[in-house]
């Protein structure tokens, strides 16, 4: 377990949407290092995570991919509130020597460039704050009924949170695969969540499920796990 640096709450999301925009983002950075470097490049990756949490004026989330992902996939979370000050700021890191030598470092451990998607954040179920593993389950939106696919992805996450508690984000996105839905569901433990998946199958959660048939493109759904190290 990496040393943590930063962790402030997220605070209660939902409190802060309006009627048009929502204010909230969250920048996803997915990374695969080399399965035969996974020790010297977690380190190096945990290092790089810390170095701008000490650094940066915005805090990062790191995870490790359990399930879903490849081998040796590690992903960040970051909290955007401007997307516009956030680039400019990332801008000037990358004119600073240190974040530079920080970058390279490990750089060299991945298999590919970062692969960035940005969030927007529609909806949270119950109050979210920085947990130790989140379950994403994320499906493509029909395009011509993304709105109420949106609307539906609402309802899937409220039940679940008021059946078992579970903290659920909903978040779309345009970039990459254009009408993605995902949940982000936040769980203290492994356990927890195992806990959580029994009490899916009341017949209030069925029925919401039941009604995404022609809204999403059932063949796209995904899901990953992950766990939190910094």
Same mark, same amino acid.
């Given at each position: 377990?990496?040393? !943590?640096?930063? /962790?402030?709450?997220?605070? /209660? =999301?939902?409190? !802060? ?72 700021? &990332? ?12 970058? *390279? $470092? ?9 692969? #960035?998607? =940005? ?11 920085? *947990? ?12 011509? !009924? ?17 059946? #078992?508690?579970? @903290? ?12 993605? @839905? ?6 203290? $433990?492994?356990?927890? =969540? ?10 209030? &959660?069925?029925?919401? =499920?039941?009604? *995404?048939?022609?809204?999403?493109? *059932?063949?796209?759904? !995904? $899901? ?7």
């Amino acid at each position: 377990m990496a040393t !943590q640096v930063k /962790a402030k709450p997220l605070g /209660a =999301l939902n409190q !802060q949407r309006t009627e048009t925009k929502l204010i909230m983002q969250i920048l996803q950075t997915i990374s695969k290092i080399r399965i035969d470097s996974l020790g010297p490049g977690m380190t190096a990756y945990t290092n790089a995570v810390n170095w701008l949490n000490e650094n940066a004026s915005f805090d990062v989330y790191a995870y490790a991919g359990v399930l879903g992902y490849p081998r040796g996939t590690v992903a960040t979370w970051i909290r955007i509130e401007d997307y516009g000050l956030f680039v400019e700021e &990332h801008a000037s890191l990358q004119a600073d020597d240190r974040y530079l030598a920080v970058a *390279s $470092s490990v750089g060299s451990y991945f298999v590919e460039n970062p692969n #960035d998607t =940005l969030w927007d954040i529609s909806h949270v179920a119950g109050e979210l704050e920085p *947990s130790n593993v989140i379950a994403q389950i994320s499906v493509q939106a029909l395009p011509r !009924q993304l709105g109420k696919a949106k609307l539906w992805a609402i309802k899937m996450a409220d039940s679940m949170n008021r059946r #078992d508690g579970t @903290i659920t984000v909903v978040a779309t996105t345009d970039w990459g695969t254009p009408n993605t @839905i995902r949940w982000f569901c936040h769980y203290e $433990s492994l356990d927890s =969540l195992e806990a959580c998946e029994d009490n899916l199958v009341g017949s209030d &959660h069925l029925f919401t =499920l039941n009604g *995404s048939e022609e809204l999403v493109n *059932s063949s796209t759904i !995904q $899901s990953e796990l992950t766990r939190r190290i910094i």
